[in-house]
């Protein structure tokens, strides 16, 4: 009898001492920075920048470029955003990761970059569930111009092309 207590109290001591194990190993995961992209959708405390879903928890940090904290309420659809993330991103479409530091850029290029960007999606939205992602974003200074390369999340086929005056946000064509 006294055996199979002690086989009950070693089974318990490595259940607790795997478990202290895998949450410290959590603590010391790299993370990882995102790339660099603009918000498309944000949906149940989730954000969609490029071809990632960066889930936003009570432990992401959200912050503009000068340091100033942010709420996830403070987000908005077009935002240029540089994402970071602990524990890698999940490989399914679009992919799946948990944000550790939102950073919002709210420079000059990057302001303008984003009203292009608004203007471009709600030109082509159609419908409120409609997803799309900005793929690329070009600047022609000389033609007064953002060329905006899309992607509408349900048909990931083809990618489209929105030229967007640079001074009025007017959508000029799709291509």
């Not at 149940?44 to 470029?65: A, E, F, M």
Request: hydrophobic share 40%.
């Amino acid at each position: 009898m006294k055996m199979i207590v002690n086989l009950y109290i070693y089974i318990i001591v490595a259940f607790i001492l795997a478990s202290c194990q895998f949450s410290d190993r959590n603590m010391h995961e790299a993370i990882d920075k995102g790339e660099t992209g603009f918000i498309t959708d944000l949906d149940d405390k989730r954000i969609l920048v490029k071809g990632t879903y960066y889930k936003v928890t009570n432990d992401t940090y959200i912050q503009d470029q000068h340091g100033s904290d942010l709420d996830y309420a403070d987000l908005e659809i077009g935002m240029k955003v540089k994402p970071w993330h602990r524990g890698g991103v999940k490989k399914t479409f679009p992919g799946k990761a948990e944000a550790e530091l939102i950073l919002v850029l709210t420079d000059a290029k990057s302001l303008a970059e984003q009203r292009a960007v608004t203007a471009a999606l709600d030109h082509v939205s159609k419908a409120e569930s409609q997803r799309f992602m900005i793929l690329e974003v070009s600047h022609l200074p000389s033609e007064h111009v953002y060329n905006i390369e899309m992607m509408n999340r349900s048909n990931l086929d083809s990618s489209f092309m929105v030229t967007v005056e640079d001074l009025t946000d007017e959508i000029l064509y799709i291509k």
